[in-house]
């Protein structure tokens, strides 16, 4: 048995998988065909839904309102979330791949760490968003119904 690693192109990625390697008039395995999509697309979503959520913060503070904080929690929040969805998928993915053959080294990279890093730091920067939206929303309504008074 010979083994050769090959990189594949971005379009590439999305092709089906076969059960059978290089029979592509076989069945298809959608276990394998969709973690594999999982693997490549929920780390762009991650990836944007914090860049999104950091453009909506700094429009927030540029406008300095703090209105869009609740916003900015639940981005992060599903940043979070794709992001464990992401870790889940590789390892799943790793072993359906259990038994390595005789020769080839198997080891989870750096980027698997990164990843495991992320996601606490992710829900923490959520949970700060959401506990500064929940507090500010109720010392404002103190100040209206202290004007009001």
């Known amino acids: ?37 999982c693997q490549v697309l929920l780390p762009l979503v991650s990836l944007a839904l914090v860049f999104l959520g950091g453009l909506v913060g700094v429009c927030a503070c540029l406008c300095r309102s703090f209105t869009p904080t609740l916003g900015v929690g639940v981005l992060h929040l599903l940043a979070g979330l794709c992001t464990l969805g992401t870790v889940c998928c590789f390892l799943a993915g790793v072993d359906l791949y259990s038994p390595l053959p005789e020769g080839v080294e198997g080891s989870l990279g750096w980027s698997l760490y990164l990843a495991l890093i992320s996601f606490p730091l992710q829900m923490m920067a959520a949970a700060l968003f959401l506990w500064a939206a929940r507090s500010h929303r109720k010392n404002y309504t103190r100040m209206t119904a202290y004007r009001v008074a």
Not at 8 to 35: A, C, I, M, V
């Open 1 to 37: 048995m010979e083994t050769q690693c090959v990189s594949f192109t971005l379009p590439q990625q999305f092709n089906p998988k076969y059960k059978q390697s290089g029979n592509h008039d076989g069945e298809e395995d959608l276990l394998r065909t969709y973690l594999w999509r």
